[in-house]
């Protein structure tokens, strides 16, 4: 439970429940995991140089890797698609792969982020935010 307050420091004032309302959105966010700004950055980069060359840098899916495959990366911008998804799938694809989601073997699993949930969490903030 690396979320939970520690039960030998109780949540004492309003700092306290303002902390821990603060750890409660960020455990949200990732599905229990803390996203750090070094997270955020090798999710950043990591996008930039290699998912977009198939999603594309708008999320269309019309990156020029992505363009001919079929079937084509979906478009993150759709709304409705966003909000049909569930972050755990999100975040199971990028992990694992299309295929174990009935998705394209194109998509491939990360394993080199096996081990580094927050940067996952943070390429699915990433995908999150190409919803219009
Ligand atoms: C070689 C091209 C390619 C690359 C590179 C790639 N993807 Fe994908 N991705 C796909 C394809 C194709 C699909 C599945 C489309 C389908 O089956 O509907 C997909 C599916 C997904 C999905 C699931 C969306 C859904 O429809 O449920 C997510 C999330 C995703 N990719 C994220 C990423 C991220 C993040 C990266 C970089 C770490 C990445 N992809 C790199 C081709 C790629």
Same mark, same amino acid.
């Given at each position: 439970m690396p979320c939970a307050p520690s039960p030998d420091r109780p949540a004492r004032g309003p700092a306290a429940l303002?902390?821990?309302?603060?750890?409660?959105?960020?455990? !949200?966010?990732?599905?229990?995991? #803390? /996203?750090?700004? %070094?997270?955020?950055?090798?999710?950043? *980069?990591?996008?930039d140089e290699y998912c977009s060359t198939c999603h594309g840098e708008g999320g269309k899916g019309d990156g020029p890797a992505g363009i001919g495959l079929k079937p084509r990366p979906r478009n993150w911008t759709d709304r409705e698609w966003q909000e049909s998804?569930? !972050?755990?799938?999100?975040?199971? #694809? /990028?992990?694992? %792969?299309?295929?174990?989601?009935?998705? *394209?073997?194109?998509?491939?699993?990360?394993?080199e982020f096996a081990e580094e949930?927050?940067?996952?969490?943070?390429?699915a903030e990433i995908v999150r935010g190409f919803r219009r």
């Open positions: 303002a902390l821990l309302l603060l750890l409660v959105l960020a455990c !949200d966010q990732g599905g229990g995991v #803390v /996203i750090t700004d %070094g997270d955020r950055r090798s999710a950043r *980069s990591h996008f998804v569930s !972050d755990r799938r999100i975040r199971d #694809v /990028i992990r694992e %792969g299309g295929v174990p989601a009935g998705l *394209s073997a194109e998509m491939k699993p990360n394993v949930p927050g940067v996952i969490a943070a390429l």
